[in-house]
């Protein structure tokens, strides 16, 4: 399967400034990937969905001026919480598919960046 | 609206003896469904992934059966090992390959030595 990494894996901020999380897909051509977020016992949930160069698809309730998501290329999405506070601290994981292959209908996970926000 | 169970929510068995998790979904339309394990503090692994066409697949000890017509899918675990202790997310795809996933809300397994 593809190899997902996510870049930090642990990241610790201040309240009220940003942080950017990485998602890059090293082998796969992403066309589509999306970012989870997971609280503690608790299952993912979908934040959105962003395909390569267009704009993302925002689940409902997921405020998208806070949540910046950018798919620039096939291989990189990012992730940046715009004035974190601490409600915001959670496991933020993202996956990636895409077309061809065996592997056109399956989900790869990154490892997870861990956000606290003190 | 499309949405995924799992019971039991949490799952505690010795060492050697072979274990059911129950995935159930209310949407029988489904394009595949995915099992994953997710060890804490980590991303997810995939274990196997059942397209909508098929009944099973099989990985090792593990063997992942689907029948949609009733909405159920279960993870067959053979010979448990501490290893296998994490938990196990089930996920449903309802569309194409783009099409978001929902996600059960998993079974913590833990395999007593």
């Known amino acids: 399967g593809a190899v997902v990494s996510q870049h930090p894996s642990r990241v610790i901020c201040k309240s009220g400034t940003s942080v950017k999380i990485e998602c890059r897909s090293l082998?796969?051509?992403?066309?589509?990937m999306f970012w989870y977020r997971q609280f503690p016992k608790q299952s993912l949930m979908l934040m959105a969905t962003?395909?390569?160069?267009?704009?993302?698809?925002?689940e409902q309730g997921v405020e998208k001026d806070k949540f910046l998501i950018n798919h620039a290329s096939l291989t990189l999405s990012t992730l940046t919480v715009t004035s974190a506070h601490p409600e915001d601290s959670s496991f933020y994981i993202c996956?990636?598919?895409?077309?061809?292959?065996?592997?056109?209908?399956?989900?790869?996970f990154g490892p997870g960046t861990r956000l606290t926000v003190l | 609206k499309q949405e995924v169970t799992q019971i039991p929510a949490a799952l505690s068995v010795p060492e050697g003896e072979n274990l059911v998790l129950n995935c159930s979904f209310t949407?029988?339309?489904?394009?595949?469904l995915q099992w994953f394990r997710q060890d804490p503090g980590k991303g997810l692994t995939s274990l196997l992934l059942i397209q909508s066409s098929q009944r099973e697949q099989t990985s090792g000890r593990l063997n992942a059966s689907l029948d949609k017509s009733s909405g159920r899918s279960t993870l067959y675990i053979a010979a448990s090992q501490p290893g296998d202790s994490a938990t196990y997310l089930c996920a449903v795809k309802r569309g194409s390959s783009a099409s978001k996933i929902i996600f059960g809300s998993g079974t913590r397994l833990s395999i007593r030595p």
């Open positions: 082998d796969f051509q992403a066309t589509t």
């Open positions: 996956s990636v598919t895409g077309g061809g292959g065996g592997s056109y209908n399956e989900q790869f």
């Open positions: 962003s395909n390569e160069g267009s704009k993302a698809t925002y």
């Open positions: 949407d029988s339309a489904i394009y595949n």
